[in-house]
């Protein structure tokens, strides 16, 4: 773990951070004076209870959703400063995305689906493919590049979907639920996959999770509670109450 944040170059940051929405006459705010600070290698559990905001953290983490006040930062890059142009392109070159639903185009294979982002972002064709054998290799899938998600395991697709958010060698990950749809076998096989690339690769980490096994492996467990943002320590059974579930075909919310 990274403890030394004021002298780790920061990868991802807000400072804070508010978000509220509109019920009719009402103001619903979600999110309340939220601070975060994210360096290499860092790996961040976010949990909660549904509906405290979780997901929409993640979102403006990610640049896909702006704020109502406060500010988020990639690579000290202040987002509300740049246009929705901009925000994509630094979304493109420094985070990967990683959902519980894998998000992978049908028609192509797993080579190609990994190859995506490269291919938006100007790679060549070659290059691109060659990337994304690397990065399928690295995440155990090297016998099924040439099959499509209709002919991969749960746990095979979701690798696709994490092989394809690391192709551009990003600072940062974020998850949303990665092992939700996954059977407890297969989330402890991602649950490794993830601690070895952060180890291999000092990629960041940053996942929202109801797994309480997935966050206990993280190096920081953060509770998001009535708008805001909690540490708690990482030992075993430290995790507060936040309503999780998992059973044999996996996490409900």
């Known amino acids: 773990m990274n403890s030394e944040h004021n002298v780790e170059p920061v990868v991802l940051s807000c400072e804070h951070l508010t978000k509220s929405y509109s019920q009719g006459p009402q103001t619903v705010q979600v999110l309340k004076n939220v601070n975060l600070t994210v360096v290499p290698g860092d790996r961040i559990a976010i949990v909660g209870s549904s509906g405290s905001g979780k997901t929409t953290l993640l979102n403006l983490l990610g640049g896909l959703d702006l704020p109502s006040s406060g500010t988020v930062q990639i690579a000290g890059k202040n987002l509300a400063e740049v246009n929705q142009t901009e925000r994509g392109m630094l979304r493109n070159k420094y985070l990967g995305f990683v959902y519980q639903f894998h998000h992978l185009l049908g028609e192509f294979s797993a080579e190609e689906n990994v190859a995506m982002p490269l291919l938006i972002g100007g790679l060549d064709a070659k290059s691109a493919n060659g990337k994304s054998r690397q990065i399928l290799a ?93 540490e708690f320590a990482t030992q075993q059974s430290a995790i507060p109450n936040f309503e999780v579930s998992v059973g044999e075909n996996g996490v409900n919310d």
Do not use: W, Y
């Open 138 to 230: 690295r995440v155990g899938l090297q016998e099924r590049m040439g099959h499509k998600p209709s002919e991969l395991s749960g746990g095979e697709r979701q690798r696709v979907a994490i092989a394809r958010a690391l192709v551009t060698n990003p600072k940062c990950v974020l998850l949303d639920e990665p092992t939700g749809n996954l059977d407890r076998h297969t989330a402890l096989e991602i649950q490794q996959l993830m601690s070895d690339l952060n180890e291999s690769l000092s990629t960041s980490f940053i996942v929202v999770t109801h797994d309480e096994r997935l966050a206990d492996s993280m190096q920081r467990i953060l509770v998001l509670s009535d708008g805001g943002l909690k």
